[in-house]
Structure formats: structure tokens, C-alpha cells
């Protein structure tokens, strides 16, 4: 009976897969490069760990200064037609119905002078409704009660207002002392408008939002007393929303502006701080292709293992293709040895990347305890640790950069290898 005809090898079979782990395992004097193996398997370990670690640190900041920015500041602006129209009221219930809005506020906002202690200094003096003080998340958060209770509810004869803790440390102010603030447009009368006027407020309550910027240039004020102040009794300047998602505000644009009606203009936080936001894009992008790059350079060591290894095993090339082994099956085994590096440091970076994203706050905590300094001013940055957030996109392009970068520099030494003519090698070896 005739002999069946053995069924040739696919590709990336037992025997090529084994003898490409083999070939990383051999000690130098049979001709391995475990030493280079073991440099480049480290060097796209730390490249990819280093990228997953500041990506996700610089999206935590960014996470945390927007939302302290945009808990000041609102996701959406109203105005308009609908800020003078007769049914302003049923517009503000029916804005605050569209699905994910989360609050509706009506705003006065104005520019003016303080005067106290002998100090005087410019601020925006921002009316806003008692129940709306709830909406500016880290502005509520740090007020005493007695300043919530106080707010807008006849305390200090009805004029108290909300100063920044900032604003007060600059000018030596402590909660209960007066302040002159000046406005350069007084109330409307029978003989028109007063021009500036000047009014004794007291303080209230000191808030603390987290940025110094906004504590030393804003003063909350009752809407009806700033209302009253500015000359502008019974009007509203803006209508500020707050939204569930910020990142998606351009989805509620066309439904909020449906809500407000005719001849209303809705407008958006990525318009108002479009400068700030710009740039938050355009470092991100500049910081991920920088580090890119350096994983791409830590991939490039594989070329220089593999080009090695190509040389050392000549005459196990030249034995193979002698007997029957075809060119992309030498390909084959030693692009599965260089790639294995990288794909291996790849995933161990990614691992301890996320380990260390994930606790990095008990880390920095231990480094401060080990060299008795403070690594992270909570002070100064109103946070108790580094903020570190990962995202999984970044996670996913860092992983696909890296092992694309490793079998980038595995195929081309690889294809070298294929050139290799048998006979020749045989001869001069």
C-alpha cells in the first residue's frame, strides 16, 4: 500500500512557533540575543507604561479643572428673545424639562468695584437665586451652613453676599465685615438712570471653588438685591443650564433651543472657553505623538536583536531551507521572535500601567512617607492626590501602537533572512 503524501505545514505551525521561542531562549555562545531581548522586552515595558500612566494623569487634571471650571461657570447659555419675553417662566420650565438638563439657573452679572479695609479691587458681581446655590457643586460644598441659611434670607439686614476665601485673604476680610461695592450703572428713576451708586454689603459666607482665579474675581449676590443694584429690576442677562453629560453639549443644543422658543440664542461652554479648550486639545494630541514616539524608539531595539540573531543563525537558515522549509516559513519564525517581544512588554506595561494609575494615590502617599516630603501641595491644588483617569480608548490606541511598532520591527530584519541563499551560507560557514 502506497504511503499517503504528508500534508505540508501551515503557517504558524508547532515547529515555527517553537523554534522562534527557542531561538530567544539560546545563551549567547549558541548564538541567542537573550540579552537584547531582555533590553527591548524592558524598554517598551517602561515606553508603554510611561505613555498609559501621563495620558491618564493628564485626563484626570483635565476631568478635574473642567469640572471645577464648569461647575462655576455652567455648560449652556441662554439668550435672547426669551430673556424679555412674557413667558420667560414657562420657558425655563420647559428648557428644564428636556431630557438631560439638570438645572436651570436666571443670572444677573455685572462688573464693579469693592471697597474695604482701605483696599479696593475689581470683581463680577454675579446674581443667581437662593435655590440655584446648590447647582456650583464645589462653591456649595464649601460653604457653612450658616452661609447657605444666611444667603438671600435676611441676614446682615438683607445685604449679605458671597466672597471668595481668596479674595478675602488679599484683602484681609473675614465672614461679617462690611464691604462698599460700587457699580458704574445705578437704579432706573422718574429722572432716568442714577448713574454709579454704591452700596454697603456684608459677607455672608467665604466659598472656596478650588480655583484661586475664579475665588478672587466673583461675589455672589441674591438675584433680586443685584436685580435691584444694577439697575436692572426684573430682567435676567443669561439663562445658565447645567447638562448631564458636558462632554456631549452640542447633543442638547438644537432640543434646548426648541425649549427657549423663537429668536433665542443658546450657546455652549466649548464656545465660551473655546481658547481654553483648544489648547486642552491640542496639548493632549502633541503629548500623546511625543510619547508615541518614544515607544516607537523603544520598538526599534528589536531590529537590532533580530538582525543579530538573522546573523547568527545562518547555517540554521541555510540547513532549513535545504531541506524544504520555504522562505516565508524562515519569515515567519523569526518575525514571531521579535514581535513576541514587544507584544510580551506591551502587555506587562499595560498591566502595570493600569496597577499604577489605579493606586496611585497610596503610592504618592508611601513616597511621602518614605522621604518625609510633600510631593502633592493639597493646599494649593484642592485635591489629596494626584488625579489619574483612565481612558479606555487611549488604553486600546497605546496597546495597537505598540505591538504595531514591534512587528513593524520584527518584518524587516525577518525579511532579510528570507534572502539569504542557502549554498552560499553553507559554503562560506
Not at 539560546?26 to 537573550?34: D, N, Q, S, T
Not at 440655584?132 to 457643586?137: A, E, I, K, N, S
Not at 503629548?287 to 518614544?294: A, Q, T, W, Y
Not at 493646599?379 to 487611549?394: E, G, N, Q, R, S
Request: glycine content about 10%; proline content about 4%; charged content about 15%.
Amino acid at each position: 500500500m502506497a504511503a499517503k503524501p504528508s500534508k505540508p505545514a501551515g503557517a504558524f505551525s508547532s515547529w515555527e512557533v517553537g523554534l522562534a521561542l527557542r531561538y530567544l531562549r539560546a545563551k549567547r555562545k549558541e548564538g541567542g540575543v537573550a540579552l537584547i531581548a531582555i533590553i527591548s522586552f524592558f524598554g517598551i515595558m517602561l515606553a508603554v507604561m510611561a505613555l498609559i500612566v501621563v495620558l491618564s494623569i493628564m485626563s484626570g487634571f483635565r476631568s478635574e479643572l473642567l469640572g471645577r471650571m464648569l461647575s462655576f461657570n455652567g455648560h449652556m447659555y441662554v439668550q435672547g428673545a426669551v430673556l424679555t419675553s412674557p413667558d420667560r417662566d414657562a420657558a425655563l420650565t420647559r428648557i428644564k424639562a428636556v431630557p438631560g438638563v439638570v438645572s436651570v439657573s436666571p443670572l444677573v452679572e455685572a462688573q464693579a468695584l469693592i471697597r474695604a479695609g482701605g483696599q479696593t479691587t475689581g470683581a463680577v458681581v454675579r446674581g443667581l437665586r437662593p435655590q440655584d446655590l446648590g447647582t456650583m457643586q464645589y462653591v456649595s460644598s464649601s460653604l457653612s451652613d450658616e452661609a447657605k441659611a444666611s444667603f438671600g434670607r435676611g441676614f446682615y439686614g438683607g445685604n449679605n453676599v458671597l466672597v471668595g476665601q481668596a479674595l478675602m485673604d488679599q484683602m484681609g476680610l473675614r465672614v461679617g465685615d462690611p464691604i462698599s461695592i460700587y457699580s458704574p450703572t445705578g437704579a432706573d428713576s422718574a429722572f432716568g438712570n442714577l448713574g454709579g451708586q454704591e452700596k454697603t454689603y456684608f459677607i455672608g459666607g467665604a466659598y472656596s471653588s478650588g480655583t484661586a482665579d475664579y475665588d478672587r474675581a466673583f461675589i455672589f449676590m441674591p438675584l433680586e438685591q443685584a436685580q435691584l443694584f444694577f439697575g436692572k429690576e426684573g430682567l435676567w442677562d443669561v439663562i445658565e443650564l447645567k447638562v448631564d453629560e458636558p462632554d456631549r453639549v452640542q447633543d442638547y443644543l438644537a432640543p434646548v433651543r426648541d425649549a427657549a422658543g423663537a429668536g433665542s440664542l443658546v450657546t455652549d461652554w466649548t464656545q465660551r472657553l473655546a481658547a481654553f479648550w483648544g489648547a486642552l486639545k491640542v496639548e493632549r494630541v502633541a503629548m500623546s505623538i511625543i510619547l508615541g514616539m518614544v515607544v516607537a524608539i523603544a520598538a526599534l531595539n528589536i531590529i537590532s536583536g533580530i538582525v543579530m540573531l538573522v546573523k547568527n543563525k545562518t547555517r540554521d537558515i541555510a540547513i532549513l531551507r535545504t531541506i524544504g522549509a520555504s522562505p516565508s516559513s524562515i519569515l515567519r519564525v523569526f518575525f514571531m521572535a521579535g514581535a513576541s517581544i514587544g507584544v510580551a512588554g506591551t502587555i506587562v506595561g499595560l498591566i502595570l500601567g493600569l496597577l499604577f494609575c489605579l493606586n496611585i494615590g497610596a503610592i504618592q502617599h508611601f513616597l511621602e512617607f518614605v522621604f518625609q516630603t510633600q510631593l502633592f501641595n493639597a493646599d494649593v491644588y484642592m485635591l489629596d492626590a494626584i488625579p489619574a483617569k483612565v481612558d479606555p480608548m487611549d488604553v486600546v490606541w497605546i496597546t495597537l501602537w505598540a505591538v504595531f511598532m514591534s512587528c513593524v520591527a520584527s518584518i524587516i530584519p525577518s525579511w532579510l533572512a528570507t534572502r539569504i541563499d542557502p549554498v552560499e551560507a553553507l559554503r562560506y560557514e
